[in-house]
């Protein structure tokens, strides 16, 4: 099992930054990708970011690339997204997610119904 908890969330104007954080519990986190998903009001839940279990490898959604990145901490449990230059189009609920890999640091998931565990979420609102 692995628990997960999003902060960091808030109002912000665009053009403005703003970092996430996501805590996980368990012991195998290191072995997990972990990716960010956003939700917009009477949207589907979309893909954001995702990164290996070795944090080496990344993918981004193309609206988000060079503004967003994703970096984690295997060491405290943590994986992070700096969101930068923000749009008013970014405005969501942002949540963290966890797969396991089973080792594969090739493996990284974008679709959401890969993923194992999931955050409560934390809001994100970009004013123009």
């Known amino acids: 099992q692995v628990h997960l908890e999003e902060s960091g969330g808030g109002l912000v104007q665009a053009g403005g930054s703003l970092r996430l954080s996501c805590a996980a519990s368990g012991r195998t986190f290191s072995t997990y990708a972990m990716g960010w998903f956003r939700q917009a009001p009477w949207k589907e839940r979309e893909f954001v970011a995702v990164?290996?279990?070795?944090?080496?490898?990344?993918y981004y959604l193309d609206s988000v690339k060079g503004r967003f990145t994703i970096s984690r901490d295997n060491a405290k449990n943590t994986v992070a997204l700096q969101m930068n230059s923000l749009k008013p189009e970014d405005t969501a609920v942002y949540y963290c997610a966890a797969r396991s890999t089973l080792g594969s640091r090739f493996y990284v998931p974008k679709a959401k119904d890969e993923y194992d565990y999931w955050g409560q979420g934390t809001q994100v609102t970009v004013s123009s």
């Open positions: 990164i290996s279990w070795s944090g080496d490898i990344t």
